[in-house]
Each structure stands twice: as C-alpha cells, then as structure tokens.
C-alpha cells in the first residue's frame, strides 16, 4: 500500500475544518449526525476540537461489504436520530464516491425539517461522483483509488490506520 495523506497533514486540515464550522454556527447548538463506520475516526477527531454546545448521534449506511470493492444495494438505518425539526444538523461521512450514499441520507434528513443541514467529509474521489451534491466542508480531494485508513477500511480491516494509503488490487 502507499501513503496517500500523512497523519499529520489530516490532523491540520481537521482543526482547519473545525475553525470554519465553529465561524459558521457562530455559538449555535449543533446536532452532528455520523454516518457509521467509517467516520468515527474523522468525527472523533474533528468533535472535540469544535467549541459549541454539540449532540452526536450516529446512523448506518452501508454499500460495501465483506471484500467488494465495489458498492452494492444501499442499507440505511435512521432509527435512534432525535427531532431535528429547528435544529442545525452536522452531517459527518468519510468519504464522497459516487455521492449515492450521502444524497439519499440529506434527503431524509430533510424530510425531518432541520433549520439548516451541512455536510462535512474527510474526503472527496474524484471523477466518480454520479449525484450532484456539494459537501460543506471538505477535508482532501483524492484520486479515484481505493483508500483504506483513518476510518476506512476493505473488509473491516485497516480503520486502525493513523493516515490514509492508497491500497491496490493485489493487497486485496
């Protein structure tokens, strides 16, 4: 595998990130939503360097399982999220690929009537996005490869990873 994003660099661009969410919610409570699993890592890191009052709840949404590669049939599981209705809501995801995932999460997000609903991701695939959406918050561009570490994983495996490397088809 190669390095992609050191540890160190990911570690600046998140309190990078955290400054500009604390500017926009300007004291504001926020309800962050993290989408599992692969963004406990990024919301970890980047939740307790944002100075305001915060709720975080997390939610399921998986394409990828076991040793595909590639994304399947959309699970989403929203059970547990409190009344958004006013609310500022945070939404935290690893990673923006095809967008697939992430549209359809805003989209029922704001079905629960939210006052305003940001998007934040560690990282953002180029050329594979087939959804319009705009993140808020982006911590890196990346080339379309397959990424594992700092949350992201292939087959459960290499979350544990403190930067992100790019991980080829003959480690799989």
């Given at each position: 595998?190669?390095?992609?994003i050191?540890?160190?660099?990911?570690?600046?661009?998140?309190?990078?990130?955290?400054?500009?969410?604390?500017?926009?919610?300007?004291?504001?409570?926020?309800?962050?939503?993290?989408?599992?699993?692969g963004?406990?890592?990024?919301?970890?890191?980047?939740?307790?360097?944002?100075?305001?009052?915060?709720?975080?709840?997390?939610?399921?949404?998986?394409?990828?399982?076991?040793?595909?590669?590639?994304p399947?049939?959309?699970?989403?599981?929203?059970?547990?999220?409190?009344?958004?209705?006013?609310?500022?809501?945070?939404?935290?995801?690893?990673?923006?690929?095809?967008?697939?995932?992430?549209?359809?999460?805003?989209?029922?997000?704001?079905r629960?009537?939210?006052t305003?609903?940001?998007?934040?991701?560690?990282?953002?695939?180029?050329?594979?996005?087939?959804?319009?959406?705009?993140?808020?918050?982006?911590?890196?561009e990346?080339?379309?490869?397959?990424?594992?570490?700092?949350?992201?994983?292939?087959?459960?495996?290499?979350?544990?990873?403190?930067h992100?490397?790019v991980?080829?088809?003959?480690?799989?």
């Amino acid at each position: 595998m190669d390095l992609l994003i050191p540890a160190d660099r990911i570690a600046q661009r998140i309190n990078e990130i955290a400054g500009r969410i604390q500017c926009d919610y300007s004291g504001r409570p926020v309800v962050v939503v993290g989408v599992l699993t692969g963004c406990l890592v990024f919301l970890s890191d980047l939740v307790r360097r944002i100075d305001l009052p915060l709720r975080i709840h997390l939610i399921q949404a998986s394409s990828y399982r076991g040793e595909t590669t590639t994304p399947g049939q959309l699970e989403l599981r929203l059970d547990g999220l409190p009344d958004l209705l006013g609310r500022d809501v945070l939404v935290i995801d690893d990673i923006l690929d095809t967008g697939q995932t992430l549209h359809r999460i805003i989209t029922e997000l704001h079905r629960r009537g939210p006052t305003t609903l940001r998007v934040a991701v560690l990282l953002r695939k180029s050329g594979r996005q087939a959804v319009a959406l705009e993140p808020d918050y982006v911590g890196f561009e990346i080339p379309d490869a397959f990424v594992v570490g700092y949350g992201l994983d292939y087959n459960d495996e290499y979350r544990h990873l403190p930067h992100i490397a790019v991980l080829h088809p003959s480690e799989h």
